[in-house]
């Protein structure tokens, strides 16, 4: 999904760091800009190891304006925002892959994007497919309670068998990968999206294969792969790997910059902030699946915040699900008295310096109105940003 949740309405105003001089304007004296989409604040989990009717060997997530994509390996489900993923969904859209005659042969759906046709034209569901065809495909659907299939078109044969994910960038540009030691290669492909607009299948051409690097330039080892997503802005990628048997070398979640295609942050087991816990192997056999950006900071989506998406399945007897949730921004409020957990917004950091502290490169630091008289030394890009009126960090 390449926007932002129509519903959001930020209350915070913005200052650049080169020009603080004392206080941070309120809200209505600058514009407010878009978020950053440096996730990588973890927020909390939900679902939490629950079983809703979608979560049997789910593989994907997306999403358009109103509704969760929910991928299962031979389903689709299409869920209202307003609906508690922890409940029964059989009341919601979905249809499994026997039912469409296009992929006759084929028996497995992977991580999807929702993307909307230029020009302001209707949404499409974008998945990969396997099957017993020795070529994967992507197919085409309505994003509409219907889902009906427009067709598929084939990948290329470099891609070798596997398509565990695909992903839209804002140029329309789709963009895929194999397995196996091959999986730090993206293929990217362009769309005939005219086609796809005229209600055919559209033709795919290959462009390229990107090399995904990690921070010094050097191929990033990455094997296993379950899902990719582009930030809006297309700024940021975010790539999902590993596997239920064992843990493998820098598995769980990676972001890169897509100027350079160099890694600018990892997810850790048990490591915050960015926080990613999955237990590969023994009693869980837990892995990684797919992943959506969808900002519903300010949206009313039951035990969901944040604008990362993650999904985590359990391979258990039954399976399970986990759903962690991810955000750009640590709080502060000086008035707060309980125990602060790392800028959350219901256990934000104390002082200003606390959250400058713990902040990445490209984080907000959301402000509570007030003063904060403390000396600060900002070395990393970050936004200060007001909430509720203003803001003075220093001498009164």
Not at 19 to 32: D, E, I, R, S
Not at 35 to 42: A, D, G, I, Q
Not at 119 to 146: K, N, S
Not at 318 to 324: A, N, Q, S
């Amino acid at each position: 999904m390449r926007r932002t949740h129509e519903c959001r309405r930020p209350g915070y105003g913005v200052v650049l760091i080169g020009a603080l001089a004392g206080a941070v304007p309120a809200h209505g004296q600058c514009q407010t800009t878009e978020p950053t989409y440096s996730s990588f604040l973890y927020l909390a989990t939900w679902p939490d190891n629950d079983s809703p009717g979608w979560h049997s060997e789910v593989q994907g997530l997306a999403h358009d304006d109103d509704h969760w994509y929910i991928i299962q390996t031979d389903t689709i489900w299409r869920i209202p925002v307003q609906h508690d993923l922890s409940h029964d969904a059989s009341a919601f859209p979905h249809r499994y892959i026997s039912s469409y005659t296009q992929l006759a042969g084929y028996n497995h759906f992977g991580d999807a994007d929702c993307y909307r046709l230029p020009g302001g034209g209707p949404r499409v569901l974008v998945v990969p497919v396997e099957g017993t065809p020795p070529q994967p495909v992507i197919a085409f659907f309505r994003a509409d309670d219907g889902l009906a299939c427009y067709g598929k078109a084939d990948l290329s044969v470099g891609q070798g068998r596997n398509a565990a994910w695909a992903a839209v960038d804002p140029q329309g540009l789709l963009y895929s990968s194999p397995d196996g030691a091959s999986a730090n290669q993206l293929f990217v492909y362009r769309v005939n999206w005219v086609e796809l607009a005229s209600g055919q299948p559209p033709s795919l051409t290959y462009v390229q294969t990107i090399t995904l690097l990690d921070e010094s330039g050097q191929p990033l080892p990455l094997e296993q792969t379950q899902g990719g997503e582009f930030a809006p802005a297309g700024n940021v990628f975010y790539f999902a790997t590993g596997f239920y048997d064992r843990h493998y070398q820098n598995d769980g979640i990676n972001a890169f910059d897509t100027t350079t295609w160099k890694r600018i942050r990892r997810a850790a087991q048990e490591v915050m902030p960015f926080l990613y816990h999955f237990d590969a192997g023994g009693v869980s056999f837990e892995e990684p699946e797919g992943l959506t950006v969808w900002d519903l900071t300010d949206c009313y989506a039951p035990g969901v915040g944040g604008e990362l998406h993650a999904l985590v399945l359990n391979n258990g007897v039954p399976d399970t699900v986990r759903l962690l949730h991810y955000a750009d921004s640590m709080c502060v409020d000086r008035t707060f008295t309980g125990q602060s957990d790392w800028g959350k917004p219901h256990a934000p950091f104390k002082t200003v310096g606390e959250a400058n502290a713990a902040a990445w490169d490209g984080a907000r630091i959301k402000i509570k109105a007030g003063s904060y008289p403390e000396t600060l030394v900002f070395s990393k890009r970050l936004q200060l940003l007001s909430n509720e009126g203003m803001v003075r960090i220093g001498a009164p």
